[in-house]
């Protein structure tokens, strides 16, 4: 399953990369049915945020490493590169960028709802776990 990531960079910066979370573990379900899971994490804590409408947050740091998930509205993020990228509903990102410049933040068109899952103190994107 590929997600975006936006990490700080060695200069100060921020830009995105595309992740892979590994999805290997094989689970049959009370139907018979084959699921396909990640390794599992505990997160330190998890928290749903409501967003205003025309919201523009300027530069910041992701206050830790955690996954995003839009449950509703859009969402913009922009990266010291000048890049920027839109998620909708339904669609996860990895806030990475907890030292340098950081990212700015914005909703589009309207209020959004997200989900935050921070990941633990020494996570590993590679592997998936903690």
Sequence with gaps: MKITRFYATEDGGSRFMDIDIPITTPQQDADGH????SNAYVS??????????GMSQTW????????VVVLSGTLEV??????TRQWQAGQA??????????HTTRTVGGPASVFFAPLPDGFDLDNWSA
């Design 60 to 67: 910041h740091n992701a206050p830790q490493r955690q996954i």
């Design 34 to 37: 084959t699921l396909m899971l």
């Design 44 to 53: 330190p804590s998890v928290r749903f945020v409501e967003l205003p409408a």
């Design 78 to 83: 922009g990266t010291t590169d000048q890049q």
């Design 93 to 102: 990102f990895l806030a990475d960028d907890v030292t340098g410049k950081g």
